[in-house]
């Protein structure tokens, strides 16, 4: 299966979550923050969106970091996926 994201939409995937702290503590499952950084898997076609023209200015492989708490959660085929907004999309990651 594929994701194929409408819109102004994006699919990303996010990074692991760091097991260890820089110190070298190493983390329960429970205290790991979720990373904001992800990959861009999918990327919508963009044109008109609530009435104005978009543009997308991400595209697949970038690695951007996101608003955290933006998008929706999806698993599919045993991957977890966020689809989230273009707008909600911070910078990329070069």
Not at 12 to 29: D, H, N
């Amino acid at each position: 299966m594929k994701l194929v994201p409408l819109g102004d939409r994006v699919v990303l995937k996010q990074f692991e979550a760091e097991e260890t702290t820089k110190s070298g503590i190493i983390l329960a499952a429970k205290s790991q923050e979720k990373p904001q950084q992800a990959e861009v898997i999918a990327v919508g076609p963009g044109g008109m969106v609530d009435g104005k023209e978009v543009t997308m200015q991400v595209k697949v492989g970038d690695k951007v970091i996101y608003s955290k708490y933006a998008g929706n959660e999806v698993k599919l085929d045993d991957e977890e996926y966020i689809i989230v907004k273009q707008n909600d999309i911070l910078a990329i990651v070069e």
